[in-house]
């Protein structure tokens, strides 16, 4: 059974950084793309940030130059790394393999 697990969420001051982590289990995690997702409240789930197998990334214009997603395929783990924050960015944050979804992890950037 395939099962991604996030991590790394927090409540953080507006400027600051955090980094999201999304551990896979039960399938080759290497060869498939993988993603990260957000959902505000009141708003529909958007996507974040992509990256293939091999290792190309896309990013939401909204956090170009901000985000930075990579991967780690010795460790089955993708990663995001949010720095500069801002108050519009506070959501529930979803990584997604394939049909897969995480559980979520809730990103509060507030003072």
């Known amino acids: 059974q395939v099962q991604l697990v996030e991590s790394g969420g927090g409540l953080v001051q507006p400027g600051g950084s955090l980094r999201l982590s999304c551990a896979a289990s039960?399938?080759?995690?290497?060869?498939?793309?993988a993603g990260w997702y957000r959902q505000a409240p009141g708003k529909q789930r958007e996507l974040v940030a992509g990256?293939?197998?091999?290792?190309?990334?896309n990013y939401a214009d909204s956090v170009k130059g901000r985000f930075t997603i990579s991967r780690d395929n010795a460790k089955n783990t993708l990663y995001l790394q949010m720095n500069s924050l801002k108050p519009e960015d506070t959501a529930v944050y979803y990584c997604k393999q394939g049909f897969t979804w995480g559980q979520g992890t809730q990103v509060t950037v507030s003072s």
């Open positions: 039960g399938r080759i995690f290497s060869i498939y793309g």
């Open positions: 990256i293939t197998s091999g290792g190309s990334t």
